[in-house]
DNA sequence: TATGAATGAGGCTTCATTCAT
DNA sequence: AATGAATGAAGCCTCATTCAT
């Protein structure tokens, strides 16, 4: 299908280069078309862009809904952690969604910064429910130690951000992964103690 | 003084619209200049980006360097903490300066990436070095229980980053300032128990 | 029925946007079908817009000639009115097709130029013999005044064609019947005396 | 200057293949400059047409306004057919100028229908006030018969639009010359008796 | 009888860049 | 120190047309 070849290679190359980087000839080029084929498809560059957009925010969620389940059986500590170690591997096994999520999360094109604002906080409402769940988990279990909840949380999320932005930042994955385990023993320690 | 200005516009576009989505044409006119006037001070697009990307870095640099100065006479504790607020006002007090680091950091041109990860880990390093001369002061107080630095030091970088991250992604500076002080007490808990 | 459906809306757009400024796109849509399906009545827009083209001299050629009929019982006075009465019904019961040739009249595509200026000068003949009899008639019944006939001729079509350009040019219809009538009056006026 | 050059051919080339038919890279061509430099003086096809269209509307209105002036020493029959001749006059001196105006006046692209059809109006308004004082002279001096000047004005100005369709609309001069005489002979005699 | 898929040609427009002044 | 004039390259997009189905 060419339609759903344009949309993998567009999502590609719009997070590698950026959307005024990426030329529709390039994206034509690589799906094996000629530019004007795009049009048989999509009505512009921006409809293009538009619908690669929400499939990436689908998915994101989608892994961010994944997060919740299946970890009734854990334990609050190995469920945190498993979420670290998922968003890892959702980083590694689909590199083109996370790069094209995290760039235009940060910086959107102008002409759809106010919808992708929209489609981010939201994912953030998802992700903060999650998070809060495990946590009063934790609490009740009594693995950790009680307090304010948005506190945890909020630290938390930050930990899972920073992760975030490391995981691009830094070339290995080896530092990464070291940097990742200090960073969540470090919280664990303070949430319990 | 147009060599000058010229600078500080495009550090502004730059940042906010990318290399690719800024013309030079909109630079001239907001400095007031029309655009061949550029190429009598700079070669071309890639040497004025270039010329605005080293002053950013030692813009940055010379920040991060400011950190571990001045702190002899605060606690470690204050003087992490305070390295967190700095950072804060150092984004809100250069905006322009902000964007395009943290842009350029996390999705260079093409043409420059090894350039621009060279200069990124350059400045990595000085950070870490500052950072782990107040985990060791930390310790040598005694307000930091003993344990390995790297591991402090690895989680305290975490935090910055994502510090960073909220504070782009989050529009609301009450939001993110309490986020960031949750975070960092939850660290300082993790880090004295 | 694809086929004639086709030929009337290619027949309006064409007359109001031109040839150049008429896609075969539009053309389709309006008639519920998609783009290619043109081609299986016609060979190509040109044949398309030739189609259309002789259709509409037929008609007018039709309407012409009908001005000639059924005037027998009239006088000549009379007659001519409605000549000028009956070009304004065309005008008005057959929009598309007026507006076209009036259109093409003036302004052919230049890949038939020649084409269709023979076609105009057949239907000016035409014209030209049904105004030339009606001034005879009236000659012998004595009601126009006895003088060169291709002079009255030559100020009738002049006063038919200044109704067609005021037809389209005026956009009141009540301003421009009192044009017509105004101007028909001094034509007869002169005629007679 | 090239910036008037194109103008010139963008008239004429416009008059003769419409706003469609006529490629910027056409006009360029001609003007002996590559297509973008087009956009060094106008910002782009449509504002190269507006000027032209200005322009071309000035210039008639200007023809129009002189045929009011140096009459004052003719009769009105003279001066009545001196206007007849100098649209003749106009038409063939100026023939890019008169096709461009004939052309936007009948068929106007339909991006500027209102502005066109109002420019045309205040024209109409121009050459009315022209016509009827030269009716109102005429009846003084006693060479018009004493009737109604709106019904003298409306049959004139039909002559003049009658003669504006052939002038195009007929190929030969000779004709069209006779056509022009025999339509005003007939006109005058209207008028007289 | 009609469409889905695709393309070549070409149009409008922007942009970085040059060069004479 | 800066601009007016111009261009080559390239980008987005439309359109007539084709062809297999």
């Known amino acids: 299908m060419t339609k759903n070849k344009l949309k993998e290679v567009a999502m590609r190359l719009f997070g590698e280069k950026g959307y005024d980087g990426t030329a529709l ?7 094996g078309v000629k530019t ?3 049009y048989f498809f999509y009505e512009n560059k921006e409809d293009l862009f538009m619908t690669v957009f929400k499939e990436a925010m ?6 961010i809904q994944e997060l919740s389940e299946d970890q009734a059986e854990l334990n609050a500590k190995d469920s945190l952690y498993r979420i670290l170690i998922r968003q890892h591997h959702f980083y590694q ?5 996370s790069l094209f999520v995290l760039r235009y999360m ?14 981010f906080l939201h994912s953030d409402v998802l992700l903060t429910k999650v ?4 946590i009063v988990q934790g ?3 009594g693995t950790i130690r009680e307090q304010s909840v948005e506190f945890l949380v909020d630290a938390f999320l930050n930990l899972l951000d920073g992760s975030c932005m490391q ?7 080896e530092l990464y992964e070291r940097k990742l385990n200090n960073a969540f023993a470090m919280y664990w320690n303070g949430a319990c103690s």
Chains 1, 2, 3, 4 share one sequence.
């Open 167 to 173: 995981y691009f930042y830094y070339p290995s994955t």
């Open 106 to 119: 940060l910086f959107p094109p102008s002409f759809l910064k106010e919808t992708i604002e929209k489609a």
């Open 36 to 38: 004007p084929a795009i």
């Open 131 to 134: 998070i809060e769940a495990l």
């Open 25 to 31: 000839s390039e994206i034509a080029k690589e799906v």
């Open 139 to 141: 609490i009740q279990e």
């Open 58 to 63: 689908e998915f994101y969620n989608l892994f």
């Open 93 to 97: 096994k689909n590199p083109e969604y």
